[in-house]
Nanobody, 115 residues
Framework: QVHVVESGGGSVQPGGSLRLSCAAS????????MRWFRQSPGKERDLVAS???????DYADFVKGRFTISRDNTENKMYMQMNSLEPEDTAVYYC?????????WGQGTQVTVSS
């Protein structure tokens, strides 16, 4: 059974930084893609960043230059360094893992940016 677990969320002031982690266990295959999504109350879940199996990365325009995604393909782990955080970045951040046998989600980790 595949488990996806996020960690690293918390509360920071505007301009601060956080580092999120995601780990997928229960699978021996390397993920095709590992992605971060986020969702604020009353809004849709948005794609934030993605990392492919060849370490190719892509970012939403609203985080380019501020967030950096990386992954460890050998262990199906992914990280996202978030710098210059803004109140608009407040959301629950979800890790999504696309494996050969399915699409899996974590429970999410809360990020709050407030003064």
């Amino acid at each position: 059974q595949v488990h996806v677990v996020e960690s690293g969320g918390g509360s920071v002031q505007p301009g601060g930084s956080l580092r999120l982690s995601c780990a997928a266990s229960g699978t021996s295959g390397s993920a095709y893609f590992m992605r971060w999504f986020r969702q604020s109350p009353g809004k849709e879940r948005d794609l934030v960043a993605s990392a492919g199996s060849l370490s190719q990365t892509d970012y939403a325009d609203f985080v380019k230059g501020r967030f950096t995604i990386s992954r460890d393909n050998t262990e199906n782990k992914m990280y996202m360094q978030m710098n210059s955080l803004e109140p608009e970045d407040t959301a629950v951040y979800y890790c999504n893992v696309i494996l050969p046998h399915g699409n899996f989600w974590g429970q999410g980790t809360q990020v709050t940016v407030s003064s």
